[in-house]
């Protein structure tokens, strides 16, 4: 099997007798169990007799010309936000371990079953998923795929669902994105990651981190992938993405903000990435995009995370605030002095943003940036909490602007075979999902050559 299969690929082998949903399930547990691995820091809980006998069932499914979709039988990992029947939901927490299991799968979750594909365990994550560089106190940190030796962080929030799919131990991952948590964890594996518009995904059974910023999206090996689980979690036929012409795609570069304090490596592939869409006859106009200012202003005093979480954690927080990582509490806390006049100032500044972000965007087929502003960092280095502020910003800063524009985005691994990972992200506004796959598909080998 090849280091990194496709959902379709596996598909075609299901399909074909190549390979079964047990033998599928069985090589991902033995990977997450392999003890020089990185499993037992990926995982927070491995379902591992149940996904076994689903895999069974699927198989004989699968024999009887029954089988609920081509995808039957796929191991796929869950982020530890999401509810799933008879199982404690932490949220990467140990404030959360003493509640009730959860009495029905989150929505999401339970689309993903119906398509037959199979829960291989709940993923590692920032607790309360309040960080986007993926560090955990409290279950240990995944490292990145990257360089493994040095242990750099494998970014946040959904840094368990990353590695899962790097190392092999999913071929899908639920994760969300609230200021970049699916895109941020691909880019620092090399892998791909998408935020859907908003409203397109139900957000109930997970535990919320800001209602008005939350999405939840998938992380996989290709774009194709990414939008096979986006239809499956939107409920949504699952029809194959048609990619569009490299030639003649209207690409703008948003100068304001998102190249700013870039890491030389960062800068240099992202620049390689643009060179090479624009010998294949992309049209890439660099332009300011003033309105992006906005974004650091409404964030001054946290922002919609700050006062959202706040609200829902402030009886926990009174409870069980000595067992919260200090890092998350500090930043839930920001929430607790956040007037109510100020937070109807923050929804107002966002519709005038958005609208106003969207008119001068429309020309274009999307926007293409840096997914992040860094290379994933070592964990040693974030030992000071200011370096961890630091980089933590800069690691969240440009998919942050794609949240508060209620926008769509995907990143891709723009670097070369061997060289520090870095993400290439295209966005748009809200409701242009379908294009955003056809783009990044067409692009997607385009950007590494």
């Known amino acids: 099997m090849p280091k990194n299969p496709t959902l379709a690929s596996l598909a075609a082998d299901l399909a074909g007798g190549a390979t079964s949903a047990r033998k599928l399930v069985e090589q991902c547990i033995a990977k997450i169990a392999d003890p020089s691995g990185e499993g037992q820091r990926t995982f927070i809980h491995v379902d591992r007799d149940a996904a076994l006998e689903a895999a069974d069932a699927m198989d004989r499914l699968r024999k009887a010309n029954a089988a609920p979709s081509p995808f039957a039988g796929i191991p796929v990992s869950i982020k530890d936000l999401f509810d799933i029947k008879g199982q404690v939901t932490r949220a990467g927490s140990r404030a959360l371990e003493d509640s009730a299991p959860a009495d029905a799968d989150a929505p999401v979750v339970a689309r993903l079953k119906r398509a037959g594909f199979i829960v291989i365990g709940r993923t590692n994550m920032t607790e309360f998923a309040y960080s986007g560089i993926g560090i955990n106190p409290h279950y240990g940190t995944p490292k990145s795929a990257w360089n493994r030796s040095a242990g750099h962080v494998p970014g946040g929030s959904s840094s368990g669902a990353a590695v899962s799919i790097a190392d092999g131990m999913a071929f899908g991952a639920l994760g969300t994105d609230t200021g970049g948590s699916c895109r941020i964890p691909a880019a620092f594996n090399g892998i791909v990651g998408y935020k859907p518009t908003q409203r397109r995904i139900p957000l109930d059974?997970?535990?919320?981190?800001?209602?008005?910023?939350?999405?939840?999206?998938?992380?996989?090996?290709?774009?194709?992938?990414?939008?096979?689980?986006?239809?499956?979690?939107?409920?949504?036929?699952?029809?194959?993405?048609?990619?569009?012409?490299?030639k003649g795609m209207r690409l703008a570069v948003p100068t304001t903000v998102a190249l700013d304090d870039l890491d030389d490596a960062v800068a240099k592939t992202f620049e390689r990435a643009l060179a090479s869409l624009s010998r294949a006859g992309a049209l890439i106009e660099r332009i300011e995009v003033p309105e992006l200012l906005d974004v650091g202003v409404m964030n001054v005093k946290g922002g919609f995370a700050a006062a959202e979480s706040y609200a829902w954690h402030r009886f926990l927080l009174a409870s069980k605030g000595d067992i919260y990582d200090p890092r998350v509490a500090v930043r839930i806390q920001r929430g607790e002095g956040f007037p109510a006049a100020d937070y109807i100032d923050l929804l107002n500044a966002r519709r005038s943003f958005i609208a106003r972000t969207e008119k001068r965007i429309a020309p274009y087929d999307a926007m293409v940036?840096?997914?992040?502003?860094?290379?994933?960092?070592?964990?040693?280095?974030?030992?000071?909490?200011?370096?961890?502020?630091?980089?933590?910003?800069?690691?969240?800063r440009n998919c942050t602007l794609i949240n508060v524009l209620d926008g769509c985005a995907i990143s891709l691994p723009a670097h070369h075979e061997g060289e520090a990972p870095v993400g290439l992200m295209l966005a748009a506004a809200g409701g242009s999902d379908r294009r955003i796959f056809e783009l990044a598909a067409g692009m997607e080998t385009v950007i590494r050559v």
């Open 369 to 396: 940036l840096p997914t992040t502003a860094n290379l994933p960092p070592t964990i040693a280095s974030l030992a000071d909490d200011k370096a961890f502020a630091t980089e933590n910003l800069r690691a969240l």
């Open 205 to 246: 059974g997970g535990v919320p981190l800001s209602f008005t910023l939350d999405s939840y999206g998938p992380l996989a090996n290709s774009v194709a992938c990414c939008a096979a689980l986006d239809a499956v979690l939107a409920d949504q036929p699952v029809t194959p993405i048609t990619s569009r012409p490299v």
